[in-house]
C-alpha cells in the first residue's frame, strides 16, 4: 500500500528524485537531505508502514540483511571507521517521516556526531515490574 500525502512513498517508488545509493523490488535507499554526517543514508520500503509496530515481518527480515549489504559497501566508500543504525518509532522518539526508515550513519574517530544518551543506572524496582509483566 502506498500513501498519496506520504513523501518518502513518493521518493521510495521514484515520484520524487532523490541521492538513490541502491533499488530492489522492496528498498530504495538514499542520503539523507539533512545529513548527521557525509554519508548517511536512508533506507525506505517502498510500501507504505509507518513505523516498525506496522512493518510486515517478511519485510523486517530483509532490512538489516539489506543494512548489512550497505554499510558494508558504504564502509569502503567513505573509509569510516564505524556505523550508527538508527530507527525512530513515534515523535516521542524523534520520528518526523512517518513512513517506516532506518538511518545508517558513518562514524569517524573522534567526530562529534550526537547519536548518545546519558547512562542511567538500571533499578531494581524497574528490572522487577518488567520482568513480572512480560510473564
Ligand atoms: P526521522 O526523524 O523521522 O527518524 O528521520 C527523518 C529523516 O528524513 C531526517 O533525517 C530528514 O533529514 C530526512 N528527510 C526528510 N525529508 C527528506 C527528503 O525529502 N529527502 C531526503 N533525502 N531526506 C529527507
Ligand atoms: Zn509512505
Partial sequence: MKDD????CKIANGEIPSATLYEDEDFRV???????AKGHALILPKEHYADLYELEDETASKVLVLAKKMITRM???LNCDGYNLVQNNGE????????FHVHL???FNGDKVGVAWKPGTLKD????EILSKLK
Fill in 75 to 77: 564502509t569502503e566508500i
Fill in 105 to 107: 550513519i558513518p562514524r
Fill in 125 to 128: 524496582e524497574d528490572r522487577e
Fill in 92 to 99: 516521542a522518539a524523534g520520528q518526523t517521516v512517518h513512513h
Fill in 5 to 8: 500525502n506520504c513523501i518518502f
Fill in 30 to 36: 538514499i542520503l539523507d537531505i539533512s545529513p548527521a
